[in-house]
């Protein structure tokens, strides 16, 4: 592909610095050419640094973490093992949404989440609220009890709790995730969720105001997917979320952040790195911070051969974390999950020939995958902040 050609140099130019990164330069070598390990013995790899993604991300001044939750980092040593080495952040995956804190509509269990703020003050992570306004992940009750009438009450209530007992502990809450919907929402692009049927477009400034004062110290995100593409629902779902983004500052709605998902497939092509570029600058041309939430490589679709998705997989990460990193604006990048032992998208996008997916930078083995050293070499060639 030209594109990664051109990359490939600006990145080999971007080495020699050090004798450290002459180690890195074979490795960024062999992985182009898709071999995933590495030539130098791992003391000499530790040394150039690439013992960690937290630690090659912070070096430049930005943030990796990765979602988990209670129920791998509790019962599985060697999986918490590698996740304290490689991360900064933990986000958890369903531990904070509603149906997981939310037994009845007036009662919270808080159980399995103080667990995680424990395990991260513990590890030295900073955590990540997701998230607190969503049309998903609703309890049961929810849709018996919750009405135009009471809906706001609910939704403060919630946020107030949440987010409350929580105040600055929290690194930044995806105080609302995936508003927009097109085609199907609204014209102007908002999803005709329940919060939205109830409350109106609302529901979003107030989400955040609430979130200001339950707890100022975390950045406020929004938080969204289907962004990154060159095709016309990506396009589309760029322009609404741009103007919402608008509507919402010229209101005075306290909002900080911008989360892209980034559910990537490494089967799709229609990738345009000056459209996303442009996105991202009229982001951060806004004053907003962009963070990189959930991030992760679909194989659906790839050759069944290891060692070819393995490389298609890597490829894709590189090619995205490439231009997204080149924005200053992006101060974090979060994968959804770790490693392959642990995916959503082994429900939620399997393989038609239904081998396990491999979308994650470790495999279920917890060993690195070329999509690990893809990270890390993107994670090392990026502007410092
Ligand atoms: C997913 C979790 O990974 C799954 O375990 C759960 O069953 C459904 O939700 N966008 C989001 C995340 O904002 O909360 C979703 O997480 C993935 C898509």
Redesign the pocket.
């Known amino acids: 592909m030209a594109i990664q050609s051109r990359l490939g140099r600006r990145r080999l130019l971007q080495i020699g610095i050090g004798a450290a990164i002459a180690g890195c330069s074979s490795i960024r070598q062999r992985s182009r050419q898709g071999f995933g390990s590495h030539s130098l013995s791992p003391s000499a790899l530790a040394t150039a640094g690439f013992n960690s993604l937290a630690q090659v991300a912070s070096r430049k001044g930005f943030f990796y973490g990765a979602?988990s939750d209670y129920a791998m980092l509790s019962s599985d040593a060697q999986f918490a093992a590698r996740y304290v080495e490689n991360c900064r952040i933990l986000v958890p995956?369903?531990g904070l949404?509603w149906r997981a804190l939310r037994p009845s509509p007036t009662e919270f269990d808080f159980t399995k989440t103080d667990w995680l703020f424990d395990f991260a003050v513990k590890y030295s992570l900073q955590m990540r609220g997701?998230?607190l306004v969503?049309h998903?992940?609703l309890p049961r009750w929810f849709s018996e009890t919750v009405n135009s009438r009471n809906a706001e009450r609910h939704l403060v209530h919630h946020i107030e709790s949440v987010a409350g007992r929580y105040a600055g502990k929290v690194h930044s809450w995806d105080v609302v995730?995936?508003a927009i919907e097109v085609p199907d929402g609204r014209p102007d692009g908002l999803r005709k969720s329940p919060w939205l049927e109830f409350l109106g477009e609302e529901y979003i400034d107030l989400s955040f105001r609430v979130a200001a004062q339950a707890d100022p110290e975390a950045l406020r995100v929004y938080?969204d997917?289907g962004l990154q593409y060159d095709t016309s629902s990506h396009a589309a779902k760029r322009h609404a979320a741009l103007r919402l983004l608008e509507r919402l500052q010229a209101k005075g709605t306290p909002i900080q952040a911008f989360g892209i998902?980034s559910?990537l497939r490494a089967s799709e092509t229609r990738f345009n790195a000056e459209k996303l570029r442009q996105f991202l600058r009229d982001i951060a041309s806004m004053g907003l911070k962009i963070l990189i939430t959930?991030l992760d490589v679909s194989d659906q679709g790839l050759p069944a051969d290891i060692e070819q998705r393995d490389r298609l997989v890597a490829d894709a990460y590189r090619e995205y974390l490439d231009v997204v990193l080149d924005e200053p604006a992006v101060i974090a990048v979060l994968t959804?999950g770790l490693s392959d032992r642990y995916t959503?998208l082994s429900?939620f996008k399997p393989r038609e020939d239904g081998l396990p997916v491999r979308p994650l930078p470790l495999d279920e083995n917890l060993e690195r995958k070329p999509a690990w050293w893809a990270i890390a070499q993107a994670f090392d060639n990026a502007p410092l902040r």
């Open positions: 979602a995956e369903n949404k997701h998230t969503w998903l992940s995730n995936e938080n997917y998902q559910h959930e959804w959503w429900e």
